[in-house]
């Protein structure tokens, strides 16, 4: 079982270039959600989505972009890279808002 | 103040040993629990729920005081593997499930 896939899982860009991160999950599940992890943190969550083709802001929306076209995909983009945006970034999922959420492998992004 | 903390640790630990963690949270509406562990530059998985009743599963124990709005995690025996952070994760139901996780608390277990 898959469960829930990011890719890329590494990636370095240059200040200003941009990118899309895609999280991929084969559970069914309606919730999806993008965080983002900097040394010695926790988990912020950038953007959510309750469904296909609804998104919403987290605590740290800023820079970021998202897109739920399909319910099984959920894609975070960064339009114009800085590098206030290096960090790791996770993917979750749940089946509903008391379950468990499962995340997926996490991306690390450096932007220098 | 943030809404989840957590003792920042780190704790260092011998084998055997039984290590606690402790979690406080600000928002009287959170409605569901869990502690996750995550590995260095894993990604987090979730150890175990937590009930009012409180709950066991083998050498973890977790405990839920809504009175007092915090949580507890304690492991018995320490193994070597437990070594890891452990992560407070509160939700509310009416915020879609976002979870507000907790900083962690970092665990080192030594032989």
């Known amino acids: 079982n898959a469960g829930v896939t990011q890719t890329p899982k590494f990636r370095v860009l240059k200040t200003g270039q941009s990118m899309t991160l895609l999280c991929a999950q084969d559970?069914?599940?309606?919730?999806m959600y993008w965080y983002r992890q900097d040394p010695g943190m926790g988990l912020r969550l950038i953007h959510y989505?309750?469904?296909?083709?609804?998104?919403a802001k987290g605590e740290v929306p800023d820079g970021y972009n998202v897109s739920r076209l399909k319910k099984q995909n959920f894609l975070l983009g960064l339009e114009s890279a800085a590098p206030s945006q290096t960090s790791v970034y996770f993917c979750?999922?749940?089946?509903?808002?008391?379950?468990?959420?499962?995340f997926g492998q996490g991306t690390r992004l450096t932007v220098v | 103040r943030k809404e989840v903390e957590q003792d920042p640790g780190p704790f260092n630990v011998p084998e055997g040993a039984t290590v606690a963690f402790n979690c406080t949270y600000s928002?009287?509406?959170?409605?569901?629990f869990f502690w996750y562990r995550q590995d260095c530059r894993k990604e987090p998985k979730l150890l175990m729920s937590v009930y009012s009743s409180g709950n066991e599963d083998g050498r973890f124990t977790a405990q839920l005081n809504r009175a007092s709005q915090y949580i507890s995690l304690l492991i018995r025996d320490s193994k070597l593997s437990d070594s890891a952070t452990y992560l407070c994760v509160v939700n509310r139901y009416t915020n879609a499930g976002k979870s507000t996780f907790g900083d962690g608390t970092t665990l080192t277990v030594k032989p």
């Open positions: 989505s309750v469904g296909e083709g609804t998104t």
């Open positions: 559970m069914n599940h309606e919730y």
């Open positions: 979750a999922s749940r089946k509903q808002t008391d379950t468990e959420a499962f």
């Open positions: 928002n009287s509406a959170s409605q569901s």
